[in-house]
């Protein structure tokens, strides 16, 4: 089986991910990359990392909506600031709507159309779906975090997310820039944040959620707290909910970022308790850039095609 493949937003930091991982995907033949500041250049021109792999002499086109839906293929990813997916998936549903669209924006997530795909919480929906939405990368720590506790949340859950300055993508602004990071963290988003919403709907739990950029690359760790009721202990569910889980790693010891930034798995420190009693803390940390966009979307096509869910997805990451 050849599952052929094309990327819109090849040039992102997600979608360079991608298309690593595409390219070592034993079953995935990658058709066409997108971007159109690199249009005309090969991929193996543009990152050395790609020189010695089989993508390295596909050059960059830059497709729109309609160009792309000439082209069809089996799976099309679209790595696209927000609201930017819209036209493309017109004229995909138009041209070729057989074609499996994985969607790495916010644009989709809350449309009951398509499955949201955090395979850990909810693999049935995207077996065979045609149209996914993957989820925020601060959204997929936390509700990894929350999720298998929904009985017992008491209020609301308190997030505060941490994230590695890739989160913010290419487009320069304050919250990518090195020099304002240097030496500092910025909150942003104190309420309204769009992640609070998704965590929310997918964890059934009403959350608080504020982020903050850090001064490292990439990486994110989700501080999770709240109270509970009941006599359940969380950290059996906890381990209940993820003992057969590849990409999950849980830990005694609180998650941090650097432990998984370049690593497929998520790490989701098993809950401690207050000494009042009621009141619990956890925290979940994986890479914004894999298992929160690139590699699990790659385990979305997986599960939507019937491959086993972990195919091509050992790859090692760049150095440097
Ligand atoms: N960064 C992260 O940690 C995460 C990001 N996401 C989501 O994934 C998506 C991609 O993120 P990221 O890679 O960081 O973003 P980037 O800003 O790094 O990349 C955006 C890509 O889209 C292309 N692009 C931008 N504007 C347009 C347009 N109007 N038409 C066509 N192409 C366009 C750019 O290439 P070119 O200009 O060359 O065409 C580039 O390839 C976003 O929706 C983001 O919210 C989700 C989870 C985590
Ligand atoms: C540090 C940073 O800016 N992070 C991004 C989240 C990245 C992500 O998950 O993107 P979407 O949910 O928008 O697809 C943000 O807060 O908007």
Redesign the pocket.
């Known amino acids: 089986m050849t599952v052929s493949v094309g990327i819109i937003g090849a040039r992102g930091y997600v979608g360079r991910e991608l298309l690593r991982l595409l390219a070592g995907h034993p079953e995935v033949e990658v058709v066409y990359a997108s971007s159109r500041e690199w249009a005309g250049q090969a991929l193996g021109k543009v990152y050395t990392e790609f020189a010695a792999t089989p993508i390295s002499d596909l050059v960059c086109e830059a497709l729109g909506p309609e160009e792309m839906a000439a082209r069809p293929v089996d799976v099309a990813f679209l790595g696209l600031p927000?609201g930017k997916a819209a036209p493309f998936v017109a004229a995909i549903e138009e041209t070729s709507p057989q074609t499996c669209l994985i969607d790495?924006?916010?644009d989709y997530r809350a449309d009951p159309a398509w499955a949201y795909g955090l395979p850990e919480l909810g693999r049935t929906a995207i077996v065979g779906a045609k149209r996914i939405a993957n989820p925020?990368?601060?959204?997929t720590a936390a509700q990894l975090a929350i999720a298998p506790l929904a009985s017992l949340w008491q209020g609301p859950v308190t997030v505060t997310g941490l994230?590695g300055?890739s989160?913010?993508g290419t487009t320069p602004s304050r919250?990518n820039d090195p020099e304002a990071l240097r030496d500092n963290a910025i909150p942003y988003?104190l309420v309204d944040?769009?992640?609070e919403a998704e965590i929310a709907h997918g964890a059934k739990t009403a959350v608080h959620f504020t982020?903050v950029?850090m001064p490292f690359f990439r990486g994110l760790v989700a501080l999770v707290s709240g109270r509970i009721v009941g006599h359940a202990d969380p950290g059996k569910l906890i381990e209940e909910a993820y003992e057969k889980e590849p990409f999950i790693r849980l830990i005694a010891a609180p998650a941090e970022p650097a432990a998984v930034a370049g690593s497929l798995r998520a790490d989701l420190s098993l809950p401690v308790c207050a000494a009042e009693g009621d009141r619990i803390v956890l925290s979940c940390a994986l890479d914004?850039l894999l298992k929160?966009?690139a590699s699990q979307a790659v385990q979305n096509l997986n599960v939507s095609l019937g491959l086993p869910e972990g195919l091509g997805l050992s790859v090692p990451p760049p150095s440097g």
């Open positions: 927000n790495l924006s916010a925020g990368c601060y959204a994230s300055w989160g913010a919250k988003g944040h769009g992640h982020p950029v914004n929160g966009a």
